[in-house]
């Protein structure tokens, strides 16, 4: 039996109740639904990246680039991001490292001996507080304004 709704809450999503044997049931629960050309092998014989081409469009990293310090010895997806700023762009490294890892397989080096690209936000909010040594949700130390300048150790200006 297999029954399909809308959930109440989540105005794009769809409930799908399947009613599975117990031995298979861990094995379907969470399923996704996607266009069949998802799932598609990719197409055999794709073409090479060529040196010309861009591979780090936020920092204008040419494939002839990389490809160069690949072939000189480096493994290390942030030694190339060190040395070309590839994946230090706009985009915080989103696009260029799949097309990276292309390059090394072009290349014949397998990707367990590459070390991946050590993931950072693009930025950290920080309260302001946390710089004056405030505790978060504390409200400043002394509450009591100054009248001038030369009494800012007393919580003002």
């Known amino acids: 039996m297999t029954r399909v709704r809308t959930a109440q809450y989540a105005d794009r999503a769809l409930l799908v109740r399947v009613k599975a044997p117990r031995e298979i049931a861990k094995m379907i629960a969470g399923i996704r639904v996607q266009d069949p050309w998802v799932s598609e092998q990719a197409p055999e014989g794709r073409a090479r990246i060529e040196d010309d081409e861009i591979v780090c469009r936020c920092e204008r990293v040419t494939a002839g680039e990389l490809k160069t310090l690949i072939r000189s010895g480096i493994r290390d997806i942030n030694h190339l991001k060190s040395a070309t700023r590839c994946g230090m762009g706009a985009c915080g490294g989103k696009t260029c490292p799949a097309l990276i890892k292309r390059l090394f397989r072009e290349e014949g080096v397998p990707l367990d ?28 130390l002394i509450d009591t304004p100054a009248r001038h300048a030369t009494d800012a150790d007393k919580g003002g200006l």
């Not at 590459?114 to 400043?140: C, I, N, Q």
């Open 113 to 140: 001996q590459v070390t991946e690209l050590t993931r950072r936000p693009l930025f950290m909010e920080v309260p302001l507080g946390a710089f004056a040594g405030v505790v978060s949700g504390e409200g400043p």
